[in-house]
């Protein structure tokens, strides 16, 4: 039985404040462990409706023609304990830069100085290069060799603050925490909407007529910050590296002309799709950093359907969901899966959620 929502989603971006996007979440609504199997976790459909279903459901709601946008990066082990001069630090990675360094949050990043080297293991060390705001560090690893292989044997799956693991990730966050169709190395946090696929679950998709297309953009830590300003349009949003090639690109031209609707799986291939779009809704190639920041009043380009977890409150996320469904309706959405016992964030339940363009 579905509950009839306000479509409302008229407000501008001057207009908003952080505040606007505050709700109070009781902690036992806050998944701690995934669903198994990974598509028997809920489903909230958010259209003119309020319709709970399972992910399993899916494939029940695309029509054959849709094409169905999946982001293939790959988690790295991206948080690192080590000790500068004897003292304890703490750094997660979030973003390469081309010059071989890495932007890091660090803790606590207040002692640490530009030349300052972490010992982290056996020789693998960092270089402080530069400091940043709100924690944020230049790294470079100058003995690393080949990083990735560094990370795999002294890092550690970097589960949001939200996963309470005293000890650290567990083996079985090692998997938990990745797609299953998971490819390129570079992400820091997972695209969490695509931890509900399973093998079976992408070919009952397929068996109706819908196809799927890979971009990639590399999370970063970034996406777990708060907002820390009132005013929403004062927030400064981390830049992400992302692709999209030309056959993927065309693929999704095609679709959409042939009738087909573009389902995004989580918000960051929404994020690159509308940051490669152009007015008139065709999808470009792209290679290149994305800092789109899109909240209530933003006209989208390229996406009809979003599937996605449920958010912190406060957060740009948060603000994105209700740019694309509508504020009022969001927030009865979410009302609606915390007093039904959907589980939220990143291990948590999910939504499939019906585009309100703003009037």
Known sequence: ????????N?????????????????????????????ESAKLLEVGDTLLDRTVADLPSLLRAGDIVVIN??????????????????????????????????????????????????DGFTGRVEAKGEAGEVTLSFPDAGDLFAA?????????PPYISRPGGATAADETDYQTVYAARKGAVAAPTAGLHFT?????AVRAVGAQFATVTLHVGAGTFLPVKVDRIADHRMHSEWGEIDAATAAAINDARAAGGRIVSVGTTPLRLLETAATGDGIVHPFRGDTDIFITPGYRFKAV??????FHLPRSTLFMLVSAFAGLDRMKSAYDHAIRTGYRFYSYGDSSLLHRVDPS
């Not at 509950?3 to 409302?8: H, P, Y």
């Not at 008229?10 to 109070?24: A, E, M, N, Y």
């Not at 093998?199 to 070919?203: C, G």
């Not at 009809?304 to 977890?309: C, R």
């Open 304 to 309: 009809d359907l979003l599937m996605t977890n």
């Open 151 to 159: 990370l795999e044997r002294h890092g550690e799956m970097p589960l």
């Open 10 to 38: 008229t407000i501008t971006r001057t207009d908003l404040q952080t505040g606007d996007f505050d709700f109070d979440l009781p902690p036992e609504n806050i998944a701690t462990e995934p669903a198994r199997p990974r």
């Open 1 to 8: 039985m579905g509950e009839i929502l306000n479509a409302t």
């Open 199 to 203: 093998d079976s679950l992408m070919d």
């Open 72 to 121: 293939d990066t790959r988690v790295i082990p991206a948080r690192l304990r080590g000790t500068r001069r004897g003292a304890k630090v703490q750094v997660t990675l979030h973003k390469a830069e081309p010059d071989g360094t890495w932007k890091v949050f660090a803790r606590p990043a207040r002692k640490l100085s530009p030349g300052d080297v972490i010992d982290f293991a």
